[in-house]
């Protein structure tokens, strides 16, 4: 069973940094795939950062890069999200996620109801 536990989010002022954690349990070599979403109240899901275990390619979505930082340490079995130079419309809930559609994530910015594993989020606050 997949088990994904994210940590790290708490309130930040402007221009700060965190580093989100995501321990992950399960996975298999299959699940080649991980990544960070977001979602603001009343906002949808987005990608914000994705990463391919195999290949080691990532990508992140526009507003975010030079600012934040996908990375993943397999002895741990921790991915992680550095995050600098927050800006206020960088609060929402993040979520980890494993075994999407990586392609698809990135073309879409989301991915469809029912397919990957999510973790339960963990919240990012920033003020200004």
């Known amino acids: 069973q997949v088990q994904l536990v994210e940590s790290g989010g708490r309130l930040v002022q402007a221009g700060g940094s965190l580093r989100l954690s995501c321990a992950a349990s399960?996975?298999?070599?299959?699940?080649?795939?991980m990544g960070w979403f977001r979602q603001a109240p009343g906002k949808e899901r987005e990608l914000v950062a994705a990463?391919?275990?195999?290949?080691?390619?990532?990508n992140y979505r526009d507003s975010v890069k030079g600012r934040f930082t996908i990375s993943r340490d397999n002895a741990k079995n921790t991915l992680y999200l550095q995050m600098t130079s927050l800006r206020p419309e960088d609060a929402a809930d993040y979520y980890c996620?494993?075994?999407?559609?990586?392609?698809?994530?990135?073309?879409?910015?989301?991915?469809?109801?029912?397919?990957?594993?999510w973790g339960q989020g963990t919240q990012v606050t920033v003020s200004s």
């Open positions: 996620a494993a075994d999407f559609h990586y392609e698809y994530a990135v073309r879409h910015g989301e991915v469809p109801p029912g397919f990957g594993y």
């Open positions: 990463i391919k275990w195999g290949d080691r390619s990532t």
């Open positions: 399960g996975l298999t070599f299959s699940n080649d795939v």
